[in-house]
């Protein structure tokens, strides 16, 4: 377990740096992908500015959730080796920063939204804001195993608020890309927590290995593979896409299976005997840049 | 009396950040001007 101080010398103004850090921009790149394809596949033309703005929205409001998400987990963060060098855990900042910077990020970012877009999409920005915060940081994550499961939907919201941005509606479309990033969200994560789960364990945090065993958490994976295959492939089949993001779902959608199969099938329990998981880890981020990549390409195409 | 080695880091750090503000103002009164012409343009 590590220990780091928590104590932050409050005379000193926080490095700007470490503000951009609490942001978590790489967790930030994936929203802001997923936010800008469900956008640029909106059937309406967007202005180029209304369009960036939007996206830019989407990207603070990511942040804001991210700093308010390390602002409430200091402690728990201190914990965990791969957390613990962050800007509160490691004492380069004051809480009260965090919570200000946070908090005001995220009203800007709902304001500004309002302004170059419309009302439903500042009010889908604001909720997966406060989903995230209130739902899965406050309520879920230290509670039960299933906080990836329900959480995930925080995370799922970008492409439906940039659908939202541009049409002012939200519709079948945008509901199975919302569904396709909740379904995957669990597979992700556990596989994660499967090779860093000693961490989890060390923090007190209830992550599925932690608390079903491994074993478990594999078969887990492996079931919530099924229906996140049925949702991805469900646009193509509802006749939503054309045959570029069919054939592209179809491949990824068997790489994927096959990954999950050999996580299922995989019997170690040291973290570096577990290179299915690191795999499917790995794999499943390239899985949806590359199906909301293939989407937006075969929407422009019919175009 | 020399100023402490803290209270450099405090006017560095202040500095920079005041830098890092006055660009974002900056960038933010460009976007609301586009904003602005955008919506002009599109109710056109």
Redesign the interface.
Known sequence: MTSVPLQHDE??????RDLLALTKPRVMSLVVFTGLCGLLAAPAPV?P??GF?AV?CIALGAGAAGALNQWYEADLDAKMKRTANRPLPAGRMSRQTALHFGVGLAVFSVILMD??ANHLAAAVLAISILFYVLVYTVWLKRRTAQNIVIGGAAGAFPPLIGWAAVTGDVTTLPILLFAIIFLWTPPHFWALSLFVRTDYANAGVPMLPVVAGIESTRRQILLYTLPMIAAAVAPWALGLTGWIYGSASVVLNAIFLVLAFAVAANKATESKEMGPEKKLFAFSIIYLFGLFAALVVDRWMIA | MSPQPEDEIIRKRQRERAKVTAILLGLFVVLMFAITIAKMTINQ
Do not use: I, M, N
């Not at chain 1, 005379?11 to 700007?16: G, I, K, R, T």
């Open positions: 005379s000193l103004p926080a490095d700007w202005h500015v209304l703005t830019l302004l170059a």
